[in-house]
C-alpha cells in the first residue's frame, strides 16, 4: 500500500478576484511538489449532493449553487467570493475527500491527501465564509461514519486559523472527536478552550503568535496525542493548512517544513495509521510547497 493523492483540474477553476491569498497559484504550486514524489495518483470524481447533505442543508447548496455568476465574481462574504468555477470546484474537493475515505477505509490504501481547493473548514451550516463554500472535511468523516459504518473517527486541524466550520458542523456528533491547533487571537475569533461539543468531544489548543513549533510540539505531546490514543479512532481525517508557517502572511506562529513532517509522522500512529489528509490554508507559494512536501512525504513514508 502506498499514499494516493486525489486532485483535478477543476479546482483551477475556482478563480478569485487579484490580489486575493486563496489563489489557483496555491494549487499550482502544491502540484509542482507531489509530481516529484512518485505517488499514485486519482482524479477528484464530482461529488454527490447528497454527500454535502450531510452536514449542510438543501437550501444552502442550492443558495450558493444558484449565486455562481455567468463571468467575473459573486462575493459571498468579506473574503469569499464565486466565479463560474468556483461550485464544480468545491464539488471535486467533496468528490476527492469522499474518494479518499473509500480508499483508505477499504483498505485500498493506507494513507490518502487530496489537492483540492476551495478549502473548507470555516464553512458553517449555511454560511460560506473564510474562502470557504463546503464543509469538505467534516463530509469526510460522515462519510466514514454514515456510509461505512465506523463508530469512531478523528479530525485534526492544524490550520492556523480555528476550524470553526468543522466545529459547527459537528458540533453533536459524539463519534467525531474534533482537535483544533490555532492561532489565537485571529480569524474568525472562535476556537477557545471552553468550546468543547454537545458530548465534550471537542478540543481546541489556542497557541499564542510567535510561539513557534517548540510550543506546538510540546502542547501535543502533553495533550492532543494522549487524548487521540484515549479515543481510539479508527479514521484520522487532517484538515492540513500550512498557514502556521513562519513565512506565511496571514498569520505568525513560526513554524517550518519540519514542524509538519514531525506532526504528520505522530498522527500516523493513530487509528493504525489510516489517515486521510485534505487541504486547507497556507498562502506563500514557497512556504506552501515546502511543507506539503514534508507533509505528504510523511504520508507516502508510512502508507
Same mark, same amino acid.
Given at each position: ?15 478569485? =478576484? =487579484?490580489?486575493? =491569498? ?25 461529488? &454527490? ?8 442543508? $438543501? ?33 471535486? *474537493? ?8 473509500? #480508499?483508505?477505509?477499504?483498505?485500498? #490504501? $493506507? ?20 474562502? !470557504? ?10 462519510? &466514514? ?18 476550524? +470553526? ?10 463519534? !467525531? ?18 468550546? %468543547? ?6 478540543? +481546541? ?24 490514543? #484515549? ?17 506565511? =502572511? ?10 509538519? *513532517?514531525?506532526?504528520? @509522522?505522530?498522527? !500516523?500512529?493513530? *487509528? ?13 507559494? @514557497?512556504?506552501? *510547497? ?11 513514508? %508510512?502508507?
Amino acid at each position: 500500500m502506498s499514499c494516493i493523492v486525489f486532485s483535478h483540474a477543476d479546482c483551477a477553476r475556482h478563480v478569485t =478576484p =487579484p490580489g486575493h =491569498p486563496e489563489r489557483v497559484e496555491r494549487l499550482t504550486a502544491v502540484e509542482q511538489v507531489l509530481s516529484g514524489l512518485g505517488l499514485t495518483r486519482r482524479d477528484c470524481p464530482v461529488g &454527490a449532493e447528497e454527500e454535502v447533505l450531510r452536514v449542510h442543508p $438543501k437550501r444552502y447548496v442550492e443558495r450558493v449553487r444558484g449565486a455562481v455568476p455567468r463571468e467575473g465574481w459573486v462575493q459571498l462574504d468579506g473574503d469569499t467570493y464565486l466565479s463560474p468555477g468556483s461550485y464544480d470546484a468545491a464539488m471535486r *474537493a467533496v468528490g476527492g475527500i469522499c474518494a479518499a475515505v473509500d #480508499a483508505v477505509v477499504t483498505g485500498e #490504501a $493506507k494513507t490518502a491527501f487530496v489537492a483540492g481547493r476551495p478549502p473548507g473548514h470555516h464553512a458553517e451550516r449555511e454560511t460560506a465564509m473564510g474562502f !470557504c463554500l463546503f464543509g469538505t472535511v467534516a463530509i469526510g468523516a460522515k462519510r &466514514a461514519l454514515d456510509h461505512h459504518g465506523l463508530s469512531r473517527v478523528a479530525i485534526v486541524d492544524f490550520d492556523v486559523h480555528h476550524g +470553526n466550520g468543522t466545529q459547527d458542523l459537528l458540533w453533536d456528533e459524539g463519534r !467525531c472527536l474534533f482537535v483544533s491547533s490555532h492561532q489565537m487571537p485571529l480569524y474568525p475569533g472562535t476556537g477557545r478552550a471552553d468550546e %468543547r461539543g454537545a458530548h465534550g468531544q471537542m478540543l +481546541n489548543v489556542p497557541l499564542r503568535a510567535g510561539s513557534g513549533g517548540k510550543a506546538m510540539r510540546d502542547v501535543y505531546e502533553r495533550v492532543v496525542f494522549p487524548l487521540l490514543k #484515549a479515543w481510539g479512532p479508527e479514521l484520522l481525517l487532517i484538515s492540513a493548512g500550512f498557514d502556521a508557517h513562519a513565512d506565511d =502572511p496571514l498569520a505568525g506562529l513560526e513554524w517550518q517544513a519540519e514542524d509538519y *513532517a514531525w506532526l504528520t @509522522d505522530h498522527l !500516523c500512529d493513530f *487509528a493504525g495509521g489510516r489517515v486521510v489528509s485534505t487541504l486547507e490554508g497556507g498562502y506563500d507559494l @514557497d512556504a506552501l *510547497a515546502a511543507s506539503v512536501a514534508a507533509h505528504v512525504g510523511v504520508l507516502k513514508e %508510512r502508507g
